[in-house]
Nanobody, 123 residues
Framework: VQLQAFGGGLVQVGNSLRLICAAS????????VGWFRQAPGKEREFVAA????????HYTNSVKGRFIVSRDISSNRAYLQMNNLRPEDTAIYYC?????????????????WGQGTQVTVSS
């Protein structure tokens, strides 16, 4: 599975961005698509995930109520809608895919990765 993440940018605190993850080859149909982020000097951390088959979602606590992960079967794309952005959300965001559980949060649990897209939130 080849993944491409895009949609990042520079926004002010409180604004929104929508990230898109597209698969350029096979369908996501048997996968979980996850979003991770990595800030400078920090480890890559789990943000959210969606199970393609049954649309079950999972979030890290710091984004609950602000971010929404979703998928569109017809376009084979996953989305991360990020609302009420904070400076601490600034990072490179990656999408990834796994055949494991939607509750997997370790980067090593994911097999396929896209390139990152930069999100910068200015105060």
């Amino acid at each position: 599975v080849q993944l491409q993440a895009f949609g990042g940018g520079l926004v002010q605190v409180g604004n929104s961005l929508r990230l898109i993850c597209a698969a350029s080859s096979r369908s996501f149909s048997s996968y979980v698509v996850g979003w991770f982020r990595q800030a400078p000097g920090k480890e890559r951390e789990f943000v959210a995930a969606v199970a393609w088959r049954d649309d079950i979602t999972h979030y890290t606590n710091s984004v609950k109520g602000r971010f929404i992960v979703s998928r569109d079967i017809s376009s084979n794309r996953a989305y991360l809608q990020m609302n009420n952005l904070r400076p601490e959300d600034t990072a490179i965001y990656y999408c990834a895919a796994t055949t494991g559980s939607v509750y997997s949060t370790r980067p090593n649990d994911y097999t396929y990765w896209g390139q990152g897209t930069q999100v910068t939130v200015s105060s």
